[in-house]
Structures are given as structure tokens and as C-alpha cells.
């Protein structure tokens, strides 16, 4: 039986991708870097800043990629007042409804853990949250375990206890990789062939969803279980 969820935040809870596309281009523009496609941008969200930059720009040194993090996060500040992402559709009410049946909620993210703390406060969601996990809070990041491993100590909770719930492929295979239970979003940032490749054991198509496949029904489990796996 599943206790606890653990979520991604960008492309799962809150729609940061326009925000995100934005800094990322505006922060080229400053370093005098080419502008590579909004798709080929997105296709970072959910890493670390310096691998995206990494994943953008092959030939980088890691002290260029550092860089390049470092200026992000300072235009990041300023363009969060100018354009302030939103929840996508029915998280609010889902996560209060799965907290009041009992759910440990949680996020991992691979976002830095003040900016986190600050969406999940200004987006009117950080009540429902009891753990918050940012990227500077682990040596290793997703796709690696560590991130779900880490919950998992620090809540004294057990991996089949555990499903993750994400939107790109990094959050799929962190959880695999420690055990968990795995859904995959596809409203999010990554296309469902990269999720299917991934081999989440759900896949849902709007939040709202999450609350029927944790019901263990056969119905549920006949439509949101991943066929290919």
C-alpha cells in the first residue's frame, strides 16, 4: 500500500515551462550564446542548471557551465516577478484531498530549494507538503535514487511504501532505481515516447487522475497501467 508520494515540481505541480524558457534564453542573450530551440530547452527542465547547459552546449567546460548556472539564477529572480507560473489544473484540490486521506506528500526537485520553498508558498501549496527537497540538498541528482533515498530515510519510510510522481524521464527513473512505484505525467514537459522509454509503472494524463490509480482497483489498474512495460 502506498503511504508516500513524492513529487517533481516543474511540469508536474506548477507550469513553470514558459519562466524557465524565458531565463534560459534571456541568460544566452547576456553570456552571448546561440539560442537553441524552445523544445531543445524544455528537454533540460528536471536536471540540474549546469547539466542542462551541459546537455545545450557539448563543447562547455564545467567552469563555463557553472557560469552560465550562476548568471541563470540571477535573472531567474527578476523574471519571477515579471512572469509568475501557475499550478496546472486540479493540483490544489488533488493534494489536499490526498492529504486528508492520509498521504505523505513530498516534492524532489532538481529546482534549487529556496526557489522551491518560494513557488510551493506563493502558489498556496506548501500546507499540503511535509518534506521539501531541493537539489542542493543531495550530492547526487536525478536520475539518481539518491534524491527518493533520502525521503525515504529522513521520513523513515520504505520503498514499496513509495510511488514518485513525475513528468520527465530523470523522475521515472529515479524511482525505479529506488524501488518506488512510478507515474508519469504526460501534460508535462516530455513527449510520451521519452516517458514510455522510461517505463513508469502509470501514466496519467491530468492530476486528478493520481487519487484513482492509488485506489488499487482493477478498473484503475486496467487503464493507467503502462502498457508497455
Known sequence: MIRLIIFDFDGTLGDTRANIVMTMRDTMRALGLEEPSEDAIAATIGIPL???????????????T???AVTYRQIFEKNRKLLVPGLFPHVKETLALLRAQGYTLTVASSRMSSSLRG???DMGIE???????GVDNVEKAKPDPEPVLKTLRDLGMQPEETMVVGDMPVDILMGRRAGAKTCAVTYGNASLKDLDMAE???IIGQFSDLPVILTNSPDAMQVFSNPWI
Open 50 to 64: 549546469a547539466d542542462g547547459f551541459a546537455q545545450l552546449y557539448p563543447g562547455m567546460s564545467l567552469e563555463e
Open 66 to 68: 557553472q557560469h552560465c
Open 119 to 121: 513557488f510551493l508558498h
Open 127 to 133: 500546507e499540503y507538503i511535509s518534506y521539501v527537497l
Open 200 to 202: 513508469p509503472d502509470f
